[in-house]
């Protein structure tokens, strides 16, 4: 149903990859690996506009505060219908003057919400191709040549598998000659990392 997300991932990830190994020369594996962080570089880039106006839209919002408890006081205790429509119009002028979309906050969060519903579906067909790690049938997925999947499936990054996850069974991870053990020592910092950055990135408009 959501197949289509699959393509603007794929290519991203495709255009990265040309960049780094073809472009930079670095090795197969690690273009692979470094071309998912170039997604997210993507994506953030698209949505800094938004992400801006939705900060300056929480400034000017705290900044005009007052004007705003002195329009809700101003109609405290009146609860009739025209009273109640006409507070909520002073408020939306309130915002028209100073410039403020009371929904600019939501665009960020609608534009990376496909971006994590494809990059899931991309990375769970590459690590589980049709026929299995031991048999896979080359097939391409989305913008990505059954060569590049195959490239994708064979490489490493500090000798682990690119296709490995960590609640991968057992002796799929011993055909890949890796364990849990070292997939999870790999991905837990990265985790750490992410986490770490999400939320001093949540943290700091609240702060400002």
């Not at 408890?69 to 219908?81: C, K, L, Q, W, Y």
């Not at 939306?92 to 494809?118: M, R, S, W």
């Not at 031991?134 to 064979?154: H, K, T, W």
Request: hydrophobic letters at 50%.
């Amino acid at each position: 149903m959501l197949d289509f997300l699959i393509y603007p991932v794929s290519g991203v990830m495709k255009l990265w990859h040309l960049l780094l190994h073809d472009g930079l020369g670095l090795d197969d594996s690690l273009a692979w690996f470094i071309s998912l962080f170039g997604l997210v570089i993507t994506v953030r880039a698209i949505i800094a506009p938004f992400t801006w106006k939705m900060y300056k839209s929480g400034r000017l919002t705290a900044q005009i505060r007052p004007k705003r408890v002195a329009i809700t006081e101003e109609f405290a205790g009146r609860h009739d219908e025209d009273s109640i429509r006409e507070m909520q119009q002073r408020h939306k002028d309130l915002n028209k003057e100073y410039g403020i979309n009371p929904f600019a906050g939501c665009v960020p969060t609608l534009i990376q919400i496909p971006v994590i519903v494809g990059l899931y579906q991309v990375l769970l067909l590459m690590a589980r191709p049709e026929g299995g790690l031991e048999n896979p049938v080359p097939r391409s997925i989305g913008f990505l040549s059954a060569e590049e999947v195959q490239s994708f499936l064979q490489g490493r990054v500090f000798n682990v598998p690119l296709p490995a996850y960590v609640t991968m069974p057992a002796e799929q991870l011993a055909f890949l000659d890796t364990t849990r053990e070292d997939v999870l020592s790999f991905v837990l910092p990265l985790f750490i990392v992410a986490a770490v950055f999400t939320a001093f990135n949540m943290a700091l408009p609240t702060y400002r």
